[in-house]
């Protein structure tokens, strides 16, 4: 059993609305804006769309949330999960998920990483967008026509592009055959070479931290691979600020592994969605809600009373 963080562009406004009708999540969340320097409260209830679209909103809301939900999922289970992994931000969620940092590390690095990436984003007029379908040799071969990079490979088919807007926008009007290109509402081209200044500003930051290894199995967006070491961890989390995304190769490691089933944390879905093209037969929960702690529950259940039996 896999628990997964997802990452920018999977929330929603008011998502954290019905959380905060549990006991205790109001203060937990007040904790978490102060580490962060982010009213989260406000902005999971209250903000509209564009300004939880803002980098230096959205990636704290995204990783306080998924903690949030963590922490509440572990209070109603007694059987751990196997391991962990996270898309993008939702890294700095794994990690803590799996120890190598603590919650407040957590949200105070992701903290700094949205600003950083927020100020990078400033200095270019760039954006992501999402390209469905199509030969991936084809797809790569236009993205470098087009001077863009392929920042995200999510599998089921789908790549991220990043870069400059008019190669975007250039992108959109002549995709490669057999594709839909979607812009993606996200403020700049991240996990490429215009990210550069926010990886030195994280890197400083991280150099303060001093991590513990993973207690569960992890695996890095670099490559897919597992990683043992807490400080090869956490300096892989900076590098990928400005380096593709493998999520196609995550999955194709979870497959690999025996995956019995998957459990997205708050705010679910996307990674769900992802891993129902690509790793089929796979049960799978999307946390969006509290009432869904009780589904993860009881799939993790199901899953260790059926490798009790084999």
């Excluded at 897919?224 to 900076?238: F, Q, R, T, Y």
């Excluded at 690509?278 to 799978?284: E, I």
Aim: charged share 15%; proline share 5%; net charge negative.
């Amino acid at each position: 059993m896999i628990a997964v963080f997802p990452g920018q562009g999977s929330q929603t406004p008011g998502f954290l609305r019905p959380w905060l009708e549990l006991d205790g999540v109001r203060a937990r969340l007040e904790q978490f804006s102060q580490w962060a320097e982010v009213d989260l409260i406000e902005a999971g209830t209250e903000a509209d769309a564009d300004a939880i679209r803002d980098t230096r909103i959205a990636q704290p809301l995204i990783v306080a949330a998924s903690v949030l939900s963590w922490e509440l999922f572990t209070q109603r289970v007694s059987t751990p999960v196997d391991g962990v992994a996270g898309h993008s931000v939702g890294e700095f969620a794994a990690l803590a998920a799996a120890g190598v940092i603590d919650a407040e590390t957590a949200l105070r690095l992701v903290g700094i990483r949205g600003r950083a990436m927020a100020d990078a984003a400033s200095l270019a007029d760039t954006g992501m967008s999402a390209v469905i379908g199509g030969d991936q040799a084809i797809v790569e071969e236009r993205l470098a026509a087009l001077e863009l990079a392929p920042a995200n490979f999510n599998g089921g088919g789908q790549i991220v592009a990043a870069g400059a807007a008019a190669a975007l926008a250039a992108l959109s009007a002549e995709p490669p055959a057999g594709t839909r290109v979607i812009p993606l509402s996200v403020a700049g081209a991240f996990h490429t070479h215009y990210m550069a200044p926010a990886v030195e500003t994280l890197r400083s930051a991280v150099a303060a931290v001093t991590p513990s290894d993973p207690a569960l199995q992890l695996w890095t967006n670099r490559d897919g691979s597992v990683v043992s070491s807490g400080a090869e961890a956490l300096s892989l989390v900076v590098d990928q600020v400005a380096s593709p995304v493998r999520w196609d190769a995550c999955m194709q490691s979870f497959a690999a592994a025996g995956v019995t089933g998957l459990i997205e944390f708050a705010p679910g879905g996307t990674l769900v969605g992802l891993a129902k093209r690509a790793l089929r037969g796979v049960p799978s929960v999307a946390v969006k809600t509290p009432e869904d702690l009780t589904s993860a529950a009881e799939l993790l259940a199901a899953a260790s009373a059926q490798g009790e039996a084999e």
